[in-house]
């Protein structure tokens, strides 16, 4: 069955690093896209970074240039470097991926940056 397990949250201040992982089991995951997203307390869940099967990538304006996902595929693993940390960005981070049409979500991982 597929899992997906994050970890690497934790209590930041503003302006530090974090470095999220995921660890992918259950499916082929060197043909899959991943992507992670987050979702701040009263705040809808959003995509933050996504990464394809080729390594191409793609991020919400609001973290460009600060966050890079990245992934290796002989460990089945997705990451979210998470560099110049802000208050904003405090949120239960989620892995994603879609495999034969279903949608799978990790249980989150909680990240929050003080001020």
């Known amino acids: 069955q597929v899992q997906l397990v994050e970890s690497g949250g934790g209590l930041v201040q503003a302006g530090g690093s974090l470095r999220l992982s995921c660890a992918a089991s259950?499916?082929?995951?060197?043909?899959?896209?991943m992507k992670w997203y987050r979702q701040a307390p009263g705040k809808e869940r959003e995509l933050v970074a996504g990464i394809s099967p080729d390594s191409s990538t793609n991020y919400v304006d609001s973290v460009r240039g600060r966050f890079t996902i990245s992934r290796d595929n002989a460990k089945n693993m997705v990451f979210l470097q998470m560099n110049s940390l802000e208050p904003d960005d405090t949120a239960v981070y989620y892995c994603?991926?879609?495999?034969?049409?279903?949608?799978?979500w990790g249980q989150g991982t909680q990240v929050t940056v003080s001020s």
């Open positions: 994603r991926t879609i495999w034969r049409a279903t949608v799978f």
């Open positions: 259950g499916f082929t995951f060197s043909s899959a896209h």
